[in-house]
């Protein structure tokens, strides 16, 4: 949870570092490229990420540990850049990426950015399934103060807006990989050794599938809006959007980060009753507050970025929060089908959401602008609370006995 505020409350100062540099045109191409990158490395990695905090377990103190990450990291890295290197050849001539990747400098930033921030993940999901979260949280503040402080560098240079942003992201996202491998792995007593790999067994990769389809819907969208506010409207509006929504999606990384624990400890045998709980009682206490004081100063916190960003952004920061509640619903859900084994059900369920956000986006963007991004997306969660409601509810209530099993909640 620590990593997480950290985490947000830098990646806020990196942008409004941003907006008050360059202009409005140029951060909104910045955050597109940046978003895209983003959007691929999840599209490839999710599934594998997920599946260390299921299986590595399984292998902690045996060669078959090392082994296993090293042939998750191998197989994300490389097929990331290999997309990346696609993508960036579609994009070249587009409006709302092509500055930012017209160049060898923001080519290689592209490429090189997508398969370390899918390395970087795919490190971020072993640390929670070794349940060291302060590794994770110190992993997460590092890469954020590095690449603010590239920003900050960059930004009194003529390097240009698209390209700083992009640099400053990929440069830091891949000296966070190089020393968690070679310095706070080790340092913490699991260090994966010389590479080698393993090949993935027929079990391996039905279940990869199925949490890659359940990550994908949960946490792929945010990263294909900003593409695609920038296609539907302007990089302008685009601009206006991504740090409205960077200030709201500081409620939507709470519950997905305790979605994780709650599998992490699903997946390692624990009451899973009381776990939800707990998730459930935390979850609520760390947003309830921060909640209403988002609702009273985000105007303010929207206009310290600058006035424009406070008058086209605060209606979309309003359904933002409200919809935070039904949101917190779905994790929950999501961890507990994760820790039963229904992934099924809750690739369906994030799945699901995702095509209503992204339907709903290209209906009512053209429309009614950016505010019809967040509707969007509030009309998705609460289906998707209606859905999942009565199950949650369910664990909830049940007696704490042990692990719940697959029917229980079915």
């Known amino acids: 949870m620590l990593a997480t505020v950290l985490t947000g409350g830098l990646g806020y100062v990196f942008w409004a570092l941003a907006a008050h540099r360059w202009a409005a045109g140029e951060v909104g191409v910045g955050n597109a490229a ?10 490839v990695h999710l599934g594998p990420a997920a599946l260390t905090i299921e299986r590595l377990p399984r292998y902690e103190g045996t060669d078959g540990w090392g082994a296993r990450l090293w042939t998750a990291l191998a197989l994300t890295g490389s097929v990331s850049a ?23 400098t923001g080519t290689v930033a592209f490429v090189v950015g997508c398969a370390a921030w899918s390395v970087m993940n795919v490190l971020m999901y072993t640390f929670v399934s070794l349940r060291r979260s302060q590794l994770l949280s110190t992993q997460n503040v590092a890469i954020s103060l590095l690449k603010l402080g590239m920003l900050g560098g960059l930004a009194l240079t003529a390097f240009g807006g698209p390209r700083s942003i992009l640099v400053a992201w990929a440069a830091s996202a891949t000296l966070g990989c190089v020393a968690t ?15 080698r790999f393993v090949r993935p067994g027929l079990s391996g990769l039905r279940s990869a599938a199925g949490h890659h389809l359940t990550s994908a819907g949960g946490v792929l969208t945010p990263y294909v809006l900003p593409t695609l506010v920038a296609a539907l409207l302007t990089p302008v509006d685009n601009a206006y959007f991504a740090l409205t929504w960077l200030m709201g999606s500081l409620f939507f990384i709470v519950a997905p980060a305790v979605s ?25 206490i760390l947003l309830v507050g921060p909640a ?6 985000g105007r303010f916190a929207l206009s310290v970025i600058g006035e424009d960003y406070a008058r086209e952004g605060y209606l979309l920061l ?5 919809a935070a509640l039904p949101d917190a619903v779905n994790n929950v859900a999501v961890g507990v089908y994760r820790a039963t084994g229904r992934l099924a059900r809750s690739a369906t369920l994030n799945l699901g959401m995702a095509v209503v956000t992204i339907a709903g986006t290209v209906v009512l963007a053209p429309r009614v602008g950016i505010v019809g991004v967040g509707y969007a997306w509030a009309l998705a969660q609460s289906l998707g609370m209606l ?4 199950d949650v509810v369910r664990v909830l209530r049940a007696p704490a006995a042990g692990p719940v099993a697959a029917q229980e909640v079915s």
């Open 34 to 43: 940046v978003s895209l990158a983003t959007a691929l490395s999840l599209v």
């Open 318 to 322: 309003v359904v933002l929060v409200v």
């Open 292 to 297: 209403v004081l988002m609702l009273v100063g």
């Open 181 to 195: 491998l070679a310095w706070q792995l080790p340092r913490a007593g699991f260090s994966p050794g010389r590479p």
């Open 82 to 104: 290999v997309v990346a290197a696609v993508a960036v050849a579609v994009g070249r001539g587009t409006d709302a990426v092509g500055p930012a990747v017209d160049t060898v």
């Open 387 to 390: 859905a999942s409601l009565r």
């Open 260 to 284: 994780s624990a709650l599998f992490a400890e699903g997946a390692r045998g624990a009451d899973l009753p009381v776990a939800t709980r707990k998730a459930a009682r935390l979850i609520g």
